[in-house]
């Protein structure tokens, strides 16, 4: 069976501090990997990877793929109280066009 | 933001009605899905589209069934509501093209009592 796994699920940390998150992934037919970020309401996108090994970068986020781990880490550098989430990876198939979640890691900064 | 809208945005039933919910898309992307989101499990699929009247199940299916018979619309419907399937529903859309970028609705929060 196809899984997503993140870890840590919970995770709290200072403001200031970096911190990483980690996805691996058991999915047959994989296409591309997503990170999303949810607040109080919808999940709002982040990145999508797909190819081994290119960061993709947004501010104080960055996030790779390692394909050869069937893995991949958000960094969030400079951490501000508004970074404090819900932070979901995703995996898309290619065999049925499914999308698979892991079940989020929940970060918490402090002031 | 995608043009993405959800209907009712709260609801609250008694087991054993019947319960349609609405998603509504301006963007014309070929991909809709439908999840929920409970404590401790994430999203979890329960239906997608793939194009107009073409569907398929997700992993947590059972109770639930959907139709698409415009490309802007999908409905997810609970044919006799129960108390498990409290919860919030979000729908997504995505393009393949796009290798399944998705945005999400706002969200509907269901309570069955």
């Known amino acids: 069976e196809d899984k997503v796994v993140q870890s840590p699920l919970s995770l709290v940390v200072h403001e200031g501090d970096t911190v990483t998150l980690n996805c691996s992934y058991e999915?047959?037919?994989?296409?591309?990997l997503l990170w999303y970020k949810q607040e109080k309401k919808a999940p709002t996108f982040l990145f999508m990877l797909?190819?081994?090994?290119i960061e993709k970068k947004s501010g104080r986020l960055s996030s790779i793929l390692d394909k050869k781990e069937l893995s991949s880490i958000l960094n969030i550098t400079a951490t501000q109280t508004g970074d404090s989430a819900i932070y979901l990876c995703?995996?898309?198939?290619?065999?049925?066009?499914?999308?698979?979640f892991g079940k989020g890691t929940r970060l918490h900064i402090l002031p | 933001d995608a043009g993405i809208t959800q209907s009712p945005r709260h609801k609250v039933t008694e087991t054993g009605t019947p319960v349609t919910l609405r998603c509504h898309q301006t963007?014309?992307?070929?991909?809709m899905y439908w999840y929920r989101q409970d404590p401790g499990h994430g999203l979890r699929l329960i239906h997608y589209?793939?194009?107009?009247?073409?569907?398929d199940k997700g992993e947590v299916s059972d109770g639930y069934s959907v139709s698409r018979s415009k490309t802007e619309d999908f409905l997810l419907t609970l044919e006799s509501a129960t108390s498990s399937q409290t919860s919030v529903y979000f729908c997504?859309?995505?393009?393949?093209?796009?290798?399944?970028?998705?945005?999400f609705g706002p969200g509907t929060r269901l309570t069955v009592t």
């Open positions: 997504a859309i995505s393009e393949k093209d796009r290798d399944y970028e998705q945005y």
């Open positions: 999915v047959t037919n994989f296409r591309s």
């Open positions: 797909t190819s081994s090994g």
């Open positions: 995703a995996v898309g198939r290619n065999r049925d066009d499914k999308i698979i």
């Open positions: 963007e014309n992307h070929r991909y």
């Open positions: 589209s793939y194009g107009v009247k073409d569907t």
